[in-house]
């Protein structure tokens, strides 16, 4: 089958097209046939090195090992099914669950053994992959392409909102709004949970678009008066902040929560070190949450909130198989709106 695989730790230099041989899937495993899959900001990483030192860099403290087939974000087809898994399932759409770990339900994704599709196993940057039969769900919408666009960042979205117990009509800032999880926490905040959102963006030319996805109010993040358009855009300080930007917008973040507000923070793409005057932090009684993945239960409630309609996919560009380096590039470009996809 054909792939892109990562060589090692590096620049876009270490993604390579090759011919490898097609996987076999072992005991309560499926096979796979891609036919979509999106970009996102960890595989990126992995790649880069940056989730630890160069030797180390991955999901688990070894690190990745080298070459591996990159790709998260996966809607396919089960064409061949391992040992033990019903026959019933061939030939089923599924999207899948995008890491595996033996711990109890609810602690899976900051359990010890986690271990991510297309970091510590192959993954979807290919024509086929394996997956364990019990972590490939129903195709929520009726398209492979659409369908692809929810994974990891649909779940980073909804487990940020579940930390932060959003209640109906309290209010919160999303930042990065326009990218894959922004777009996700947007609608999710407003149509799942009925909060007031203030989605911040680059260019304000995706206001209209930021609101059909529910947002109440769009401001530019470039504005220099940021906190008091915030503040003037809500009547007041904000009961909460879903950031993945990190240094550039932080303080200002903290500035327009109330007293008891939450902050949480699931990216850094705008810097991943900051200055912090604590004082900000106790004498307003902020509570601070770092949050990464979730867990199959709230990805199962991700799904079927998708299949009703409440959150809709967002995608940006598709690009083929054999051009994943220049996905990968288009990702880091600002302005983008959404999710983009690999097709094999």
């Known amino acids: 089958m054909k792939a892109i695989q990562v060589t090692g730790y590096g620049g876009l230099e270490k993604l390579s097209l090759v011919d490898v041989p097609r996987p076999i899937p072992k005991e309560g495993q499926v096979l796979v046939e891609v036919k979509a899959c999106g970009i996102n900001n960890t595989v990126i990483r992995m790649r880069e090195g940056a989730y630890g ?5 991955g999901w688990k403290k070894e690190g990745v090992s080298f070459p591996r087939i990159p790709g998260s974000d996966v809607a396919g087809k089960i064409i061949s099914l391992g040992e033990g898994v019903d026959s019933s399932r061939l030939g089923e759409d599924v999207v899948l669950f995008p890491f595996t770990s033996l711990a109890k339900e609810g602690e899976e994704h900051y359990a010890e053994d986690l271990a991510f599709l297309g970091s510590e196993y192959d993954g979807g940057y290919a024509e086929y992959v394996v997956w364990p039969a019990a972590l490939c769900f129903p195709m929520p919408l009726k398209t492979y392409e659409e369908s692809a666009v929810f994974s990891v960042s649909g779940l980073t979205a909804w487990h940020m909102i579940e930390q932060l117990k959003l209640q109906k009509g309290q209010s919160v800032v999303v930042t990065g709004a326009n990218g894959g ?15 007031t959102v203030v ?4 260019d304000l030319k995706r206001a209209e678009a930021m ?3 529910g947002a ?16 003037a855009a809500l009547g007041g300080s904000c009961d909460a902040v879903l950031d993945v930007v990190g240094d550039a917008l932080f303080t200002k973040m903290i500035a327009v929560l109330k007293n008891g507000g939450k902050f949480c923070i699931s990216g850094s793409i705008g810097g991943q ?22 867990t199959r239960e709230e990805y199962q409630k991700m799904l079927q909130a998708i299949s009703f309609g409440q959150v809709l996919p967002v995608l940006d560009k598709v690009f083929p198989l054999a051009e994943a380096a220049k996905a990968q590039s288009y990702f ?5 709106m959404g999710k983009i996809l690999l097709r094999p």
């Not at 030192?53 to 860099?57: D, G, I, L, Q, T």
């Not at 999880?181 to 909060?195: D, L, P, T």
């Not at 109010?217 to 503040?231: A, C, G, K, N, Q």
């Open 53 to 57: 030192v160069k030797e180390a860099s």
């Open 181 to 195: 999880v922004g777009s996700m926490n947007v609608q999710i905040a407003a149509k799942v949970f009925g909060a």
């Open 199 to 202: 989605a911040l963006v680059g």
């Open 211 to 213: 609101k059909y996805l």
């Open 216 to 231: 109440t109010h769009v401001l530019s993040y470039r504005s220099e008066d940021l906190e008091e358009e915030i503040l």
């Open 273 to 294: 070190k900051t200055e912090v005057d604590l004082r900000a932090l106790y004498l307003k009684h902020i509570t601070l949450y770092g949050s990464v993945l979730g």
């Open 332 to 336: 880091k470009e600002q302005g983008k």
